[in-house]
DNA sequence: CAGGCTACTGAACATATGTACAGGCGGGGT
DNA sequence: ACCCCGCCTGTACATATGTTCAGTAGCCTG
């Protein structure tokens, strides 16, 4: 499995990569530096990927390959409170902190993931899925692109967010006040009463708690 | 006056810059190619600002300046259709892409400039101004907060707003598609019924035109 | 054990890039 | 006329950085 093998030498590479292309942008990044966040010598860095844009390149497809796995789950166990927004808090931190900074410097991952979305978002508000309704709009197109970029830009906003709210929203400490707030500044004909009031009094838990999400006693993992 | 000395040498550097800040990232943007994108010698670049970083510094400042005369001006002249959106149209294009950058790459006038935008929306939410309800909310500053956010990420993912509508969204072309979309998107409680009706006629006319704002009926092109 | 393969390292190299220096050009004041 | 001063340029230099190369250690296979 790739798996066992991510443990080692390339793949903690491939992790401090998309730190610090994240931190310091895919040009602000250095070799050296993330050989030794990686912990390994610069020259293993080449050995591995051979050049700095084949480590990006792999960087771009492991974050695919963890966002298609993540939404994949997110379907088969039904899709959560918010839809998008609880998808965004599965992933893994650093790869949306990677993707965060990917959507501004510009890759062809980013690119295709975030058209992914906006078809997603689509696909979701036309066959109104459990509890989301169709929107009453001549432009769904339109509709579905600007909801994607306010859901993404709230993550590509993360740290400016956290810095005005005062706790990280990326994580479980700072999302609840998030998410509450987004619930309110969106338009209710999007979800059902009965869904937004699920995922209120959800998210109202979490932020009582300010631990980990409460999905967590349902047992899936 | 500023504006005189604005069209010579240093100002002409200045908004190359700017330009190639936004393009390339603080980082990746290099000296060379800002004086080559000005037409003057990089060496001049240096006489002018000394540093890069005071380069920076010296767009940051003047991003900032131009974004306080765009927001009185707006205020003496009556706040436009969608309030913050309407302001973001006015501002010239590269300070926006600029300041879009600016927001992931880290400044310390990014950071202050999405802070105070977040004070004048709460400030304007609290006290309903012109056409704006208080949103019925417990925790005004987060929904404040996340409003800003949604508006500054439409402009930050400009990019891919734009890639997906199949127009440029900081201009006339693709801007009303975008505004119309995120009127649908938010709630309704936001804005009175009247605003928000003459905020969507207004869109909508400059969406038939696909030209200029209607306030200058001139039609060039 | 021999051989080879893979993970890994230190040193070296070429280029890109920020920065400093010395000087030229043109205008305005004495 | 002379000189000073701001705008501007070409050149040079030190560093950062991506990349290459030769070589070592461990491990598996024959």
Redesign the pocket.
């Known amino acids: 499995m790739e798996r066992n ?1 991510d443990l ?3 793949a903690r ?1 491939r992790d401090a990569a998309m730190l610090e292309f994240a931190e310091h942008g895919v ?7 993330i ?1 030794g966040a990686a ?10 990927f ?6 990006r390149q792999a960087c771009d497809e492991h974050v695919i390959a963890v966002i298609r796995e993540t939404k994949q789950e997110a379907l088969d166990g039904g899709l959560g409170d918010p839809g998008f927004l609880a998808i965004a808090m599965r992933t893994a931190l650093p790869v949306q902190r990677y993707l965060a900074r990917s959507l501004t410097d510009g890759s062809a991952a980013a690119n295709t993931l975030f058209d992914d979305a906006v078809a997603f978002s689509a696909e979701i508000l036309e066959r109104g899925t459990a509890g989301m309704n169709e929107p009453k709009t001549d432009d769904l197109h339109a509709y579905a692109t600007v909801l994607t970029a306010m859901s993404v830009g709230m993550v590509v906003l993360h740290e400016h967010l956290s810095r005005a709210l005062g706790a990280d929203t990326l994580t479980a400490e700072g999302y609840p006040r998030m998410a509450l707030a987004a619930l309110e500044v969106l338009n209710d004909d999007l979800m059902s009463p009965e869904l937004v009031e699920q995922a209120r009094a959800s998210l109202k838990s979490m932020l009582a708690a300010g631990g980990q999400p409460p999905t967590r006693s349902t047992g899936d993992r």
């Open positions: 093998e080692t030498g390339r590479i040009k602000g990044a250095t070799i050296r530096g050989a912990g390994v010598s610069p020259a293993l860095v080449q050995h591995h051979g050049t700095k844009e084949a480590l």
